[in-house]
Structure formats: structure tokens, C-alpha cells
């Protein structure tokens, strides 16, 4: 990702964010018709409900708002689908050229977010799914496809990780887990007024010169809170996964909510007009479903 900051900040001086928004603005649109096409390949044909997919998709608004947000998140999921789809076409069309740029779309999300490490044990089921779906797995060439395209995106999707070892000696790719292993005590501790121990426990984390050992040290102290306080912590989990299921990226982003989700513990009557919603959304949109497949 830093890459693609360079390529725009090079063309576009200090208009880069701009630049960078309206690009980001035109390939989250590829999503939709990605969801379509991989929907309709995996299907086999063309259904109504595939409409209605996409229009649910759009409604939510999780790529279009985020258009707008200098992050990781986007670019990696539209190049990740772009990757999944062609690896479709691939095997479906036995063609190795779609193979190769399966192969790169995906190791290039992989780059942008190091999260891929263990995907190409996915990407070999589920390719093997859809040459059975199509009945091309008994052929020899989609099998030295599915083989050879797992294998280089194993290498692919883990460039990160010898980067690391190549400098660091360890394929860790990234430590940025280990800074998500902190969250949970932390809000754990601000409901339980258990504050002032938490931080003791990441000033003597802060202390350690050396990131690797920072990063073991979060994960150790992660377990040891797990096990002290399991019921807060799982408690905490639930309440996480209902603020991401009951909030529509709309409403969670509206400007006349004046919110954003990581305020919503603070902002209960906001949270509960977003819920609300959320609940007549998801009822329309199982509803709707419901009445196309029937």
C-alpha cells in the first residue's frame, strides 16, 4: 500500500489524497460486477437472486464509503476478489494465462495486507470444487493448474514473511496482530475499572527495545488475560460482533449520526437509531430473498 501512496503522491504532488480517493472511488466499483460474475460462475447461471445480491451489496455501503479513507482494507479485497474470479476462469476455461493473473491479484492483496499467509490451502479446495462443479478435475492440464497456481501463491502471499526473515530472522510479516491482541484487555479493563493495570502491563510491554519481543510479550499478555478474565472477554467479543452486524456502513459513517463505530459504547441512543435500521434493512433484505428463491 505504501507503493501505490508513492505512485499517486509521484503524479500527483501534494493533490495525491484527491487522486488517490477517485481511483480508489472507480476500483471499489469493480467489486459489484466481480460479486455478479464469481456469484454466476459458482451458480452456473443467471438467477435473479445474483440482482439482488448486488444490490443488497451496494446498499450496505462497506466499499463505498470507505472510498473516501486513505486504508488497506479496500484495494485489498477488490484486488483479492479480482484474484479469486480469474482463478475461476482458469480452471473453468483451462487457460494459464487467467491462472497467472490469479496468481498475482492475490499475492498483490497478500502485499498490501500480510493477512493471505494460509489462503492457498483455500484457494486449492476451492479451486478443486469448481473444476469438479464443471467436471474438468479429471483433466490433466486443470490439475497442473490448481497445483502449480497453490503452490506459486503460497510463495506469493507470503513475500512479506521473507522479507521480514531476510532483515529480522522470522517470518513474522507484520506486527500489527500482535498490537490487535491489546484490545481486548484494554476495553476489557476500562468496563471492569481495571484501567491502571493495563497500562502497567504495557509500560513494562513499551519498555522492551526489541519488537520481536514486544510482539511475544502482547500475545503472552493477551493468553494471560484470557484465562484471568474469560467471561468479560467473550462478553466483549458478542458486543463487538453485534456493533459490526447491527450498523449499516451508511449509517455508521452519516454525518447526521455524528458517530463512528468505535464510538458507539459511548453513544448508546445513536447506536440504537443505527440498530434499528439496521434490523429493517436485513428484514427487507431476507425478505427479499426469501421471495425470490420461492
Same mark, same amino acid.
Given at each position: 500500500?505504501?507503493?501505490?501512496?508513492?505512485?499517486?503522491?509521484?503524479?500527483?504532488?501534494?493533490?495525491?489524497?484527491?487522486?488517490?480517493?477517485? $481511483?480508489?472511488?472507480?476500483?471499489?466499483? &469493480?467489486?459489484?460486477?466481480?460479486?455478479?460474475?464469481?456469484?454466476?460462475?459458482?451458480?452456473?447461471?443467471?438467477?435473479?437472486?445474483?440482482?439482488?445480491?448486488?444490490? +443488497? #451489496?451496494?446498499? #450496505?455501503?462497506?466499499?463505498?464509503?470507505?472510498?473516501?479513507?486513505?486504508?488497506?482494507?479496500?484495494? +485489498?479485497? !477488490?484486488?483479492?476478489? =479480482?484474484? !479469486?474470479? $480469474?482463478?475461476?476462469?482458469?480452471?473453468?476455461?483451462?487457460?494459464?494465462?487467467?491462472?497467472?493473473?490469479?496468481?498475482?491479484?492475490?499475492?498483490?492483496?497478500?502485499?498490501? *495486507?500480510?493477512?493471505?499467509?494460509?489462503?492457498?490451502?483455500?484457494?486449492?479446495?476451492? #479451486?478443486?470444487?469448481?473444476?469438479?462443479?464443471?467436471?474438468?478435475?479429471?483433466? *490433466?492440464?486443470?490439475?497442473?493448474?490448481?497445483?502449480? @497456481?497453490?503452490?506459486?501463491?503460497?510463495?506469493? @502471499?507470503?513475500?512479506?514473511?521473507?522479507?521480514?526473515?531476510?532483515?529480522?530472522?522470522t517470518f513474522t510479516p507484520t506486527d500489527v496482530l500482535s498490537y490487535n $491482541?491489546?484490545?481486548?484487555?484494554?476495553? !476489557? @479493563?476500562?468496563?471492569?475499572?481495571?484501567?491502571?493495570?493495563?497500562?502497567?502491563?504495557?509500560?513494562?510491554?513499551?519498555?522492551?527495545?526489541?519488537?520481536? !519481543?514486544?510482539?511475544?510479550?502482547?500475545?503472552?499478555?493477551? &493468553?494471560? $488475560?484470557? *484465562?484471568?478474565?474469560?467471561?468479560?472477554?467473550? *462478553?466483549?467479543?458478542?458486543?463487538?460482533?453485534?456493533?459490526? =452486524?447491527?450498523?449499516?456502513?451508511?449509517?455508521e459513517t452519516a454525518i447526521m449520526y455524528r458517530y463512528y463505530k468505535r464510538?458507539?459504547?459511548?453513544?448508546?441512543?445513536?447506536?440504537?437509531?443505527?440498530?434499528?435500521?439496521?434490523?429493517?434493512?436485513?428484514?427487507?433484505?431476507?425478505?427479499?430473498? &426469501?421471495?425470490? &428463491?420461492?
Amino acid at each position: 500500500y505504501p507503493f501505490i501512496i508513492y505512485l499517486f503522491k509521484s503524479a500527483f504532488g501534494k493533490g495525491w489524497y484527491f487522486g488517490l480517493v477517485i $481511483f480508489q472511488a472507480l476500483f471499489s466499483a &469493480l467489486i459489484y460486477p466481480l460479486a455478479y460474475l464469481t456469484g454466476k460462475l459458482l451458480l452456473k447461471k443467471e438467477t435473479r437472486s445474483l440482482y439482488y445480491a448486488c444490490i +443488497c #451489496l451496494l446498499l #450496505l455501503g462497506g466499499y463505498s464509503t470507505r472510498a473516501l479513507f486513505v486504508m488497506t482494507d479496500l484495494p +485489498c479485497a !477488490v484486488f483479492f476478489m =479480482l484474484g !479469486v474470479y $480469474f482463478s475461476f476462469l482458469a480452471v473453468i476455461n483451462k487457460s494459464w494465462w487467467f491462472a497467472a493473473i490469479s496468481v498475482i491479484t492475490l499475492s498483490f492483496a497478500a502485499l498490501i *495486507r500480510p493477512v493471505l499467509m494460509f489462503y492457498p490451502l483455500i484457494h486449492l479446495l476451492l #479451486l478443486w470444487y469448481v473444476a469438479k462443479l464443471y467436471g474438468n478435475s479429471g483433466n *490433466r492440464l486443470v490439475k497442473r493448474i490448481i497445483i502449480l @497456481s497453490s503452490v506459486l501463491l503460497l510463495l506469493g @502471499s507470503n513475500i512479506s514473511s521473507y522479507r521480514m526473515y531476510y532483515y529480522y530472522k522470522t517470518f513474522t510479516p507484520t506486527d500489527v496482530l500482535s498490537y490487535n $491482541f491489546l484490545y481486548t484487555p484494554e476495553n !476489557v @479493563s476500562d468496563v471492569e475499572n481495571k484501567t491502571s493495570e493495563y497500562k502497567k502491563e504495557v509500560e513494562k510491554i513499551n519498555a522492551e527495545p526489541d519488537w520481536r !519481543v514486544k510482539c511475544q510479550l502482547r500475545k503472552t499478555y493477551f &493468553l494471560d $488475560f484470557l *484465562r484471568k478474565n474469560p467471561v468479560a472477554s467473550v *462478553r466483549y467479543w458478542m458486543d463487538g460482533a453485534a456493533n459490526h =452486524l447491527l450498523s449499516t456502513h451508511y449509517i455508521e459513517t452519516a454525518i447526521m449520526y455524528r458517530y463512528y463505530k468505535r464510538d458507539l459504547p459511548k453513544a448508546k441512543q445513536k447506536k440504537k437509531k443505527s440498530e434499528v435500521f439496521a434490523v429493517v434493512f436485513y428484514t427487507l433484505f431476507i425478505a427479499g430473498f &426469501l421471495f425470490i &428463491l420461492l
